[in-house]
Nanobody
Framework: QVQLVESGGALVQPGDSLRLSCVLS????????VAWFRQAPEKEREGVGC????????YYADSVKGRFTISRDNAKNTAFLQMNNLKPEDTAVYYC????????????????????WGQGTQVTVSS
């Protein structure tokens, strides 16, 4: 049974940093592209970024480019989302997801591309 568990969400102040983790169990992470999505209250779920399974290429939403970094440690079956210079508009529930994307560059932001999802972790940015 494949399971994803996110952790690391917290209440932080604007300008702070936070690192989220996503641990995969029940299968090996190396076959999957890993994406992070987020959903704020009364808003649709949006893609934050993705790291490909093959060459570890990364792709990001414009709203987080230069501030967020996705990485992975296949040996630990874990992916990370490093978030720097957090803003109030980053407040959301953050989800990790895994899928076997044929073209991550083209398709990474589509939620339907992913087979398994975590339960989410809350990030709140407020002064």
């Amino acid at each position: 049974q494949v399971q994803l568990v996110e952790s690391g969400g917290a209440l932080v102040q604007p300008g702070d940093s936070l690192r989220l983790s996503c641990v995969l169990s029940g299968f090996t992470l190396d076959v999957y592209s890993v994406a992070w999505f987020r959903q704020a209250p009364e808003k649709e779920r949006e893609g934050v970024g993705c790291i490909a399974s093959t060459d570890f290429s990364t792709y990001y939403a414009d709203s987080v480019k230069g501030r967020f970094t996705i990485s992975r440690d296949n040996a630990k079956n874990t992916a990370f989302l490093q978030m720097n210079n957090l803003k109030p508009e980053d407040t959301a529930v953050y989800y990790c997801a895994v899928g076997t994307l044929v073209s991550p560059k083209r398709d990474w932001s589509g939620a339907r591309e992913y087979d398994f999802w975590g339960q989410g972790t809350q990030v709140t940015v407020s002064s």
